[in-house]
């Protein structure tokens, strides 16, 4: 069975940087073709996709944050670590992670529950 | 960046009717590598469609997508009170995913 589940604060002061994690079961990173994904959603708006790693190292972002994200990975803890930089209030959100297999190219196939983030002094 | 502009952004629709949700790209999506998520109130977003018309698992019949290129299109044949909720397309054809800004299907 595949899970993943977002951990992180659940309140962050503007100006500071946001870590989030990303844990995962049911599959590995190392596998050619998996990579993970983060989207977020401000309360009552559309989804945004931030950022996505590749079982490779391959990393991709959002161009509108890309100056801000920073996307890593620890395969032998099947986690997955997403920072943003300079947090603002506009950034409150449900922040999601989720299994995206390339090969073959199934999109965002499992999501984790989500973890809410209040940017707020 | 692929731009995915979603039509209408609201259906008022009765249970057993039709709905045809569309979405479309600002240009060509590659491979046709297009989804379509459900999203209810207080939920994460599940994955319903993949590759455009390619149905995700344990995913009822009576969605199915269609479409190629830019112009792409979510049909739910008879809807049931359990469908009433928010659609998102999503494109992941270029290694820069873009999502929708969503339609939402009420009850009339």
């Known amino acids: 069975q595949v899970t993943l589940r977002e951990s992180g604060p659940a309140l962050v002061k503007p100006t500071q940087t946001l870590t989030l994690t990303c844990t995962f079961s049911g599959f590995s990173l190392s596998t050619s073709g998996m990579c993970v994904s983060w989207i977020r959603q401000p309360p009552g708006k559309a989804l945004e996709w931030l950022a996505r790693i590749d079982w490779d190292d391959d990393k991709y972002y959002s161009i509108s944050l890309k100056t801000r994200l920073t996307i890593s990975k620890d395969t032998s803890k099947n986690q997955v670590v997403l920072r943003m930089t300079n947090m603002d209030p506009v950034d409150t959100g449900t922040y999601y992670c989720?299994?995206?297999?390339?090969?073959?190219?199934?999109?965002?196939?499992?999501w984790g529950q989500g973890t809410t983030v209040t940017v707020s002094s | 960046e692929i731009v995915l502009t979603q039509s209408p952004g609201t259906l008022s629709l009765s249970p057993g009717e039709r709905a045809t949700l569309s979405c479309r790209a600002s240009?060509?999506?590659?491979?046709?590598?297009l989804a379509w998520y459900q999203q209810k109130p207080g939920q994460a977003p599940r994955l319903l469609i993949y590759g455009a018309s390619s149905r995700a698992t344990g995913i009822p019949d009576r969605f199915s997508g269609s479409g190629s290129g830019t112009d792409f299109t979510l049909t739910i044949s008879r809807l049931e009170p359990e469908d009433f909720a928010v659609y998102y397309c999503?494109?992941?054809?270029?290694?820069?995913?873009?999502f929708g800004p969503g339609t939402k299907v009420d009850i009339k």
């Open positions: 240009q060509s999506v590659t491979s046709n590598y």
């Open positions: 999503q494109q992941y054809g270029s290694s820069i995913f873009t």
């Open positions: 989720a299994r995206t297999p390339i090969l073959p190219n199934y999109g965002m196939d499992v």
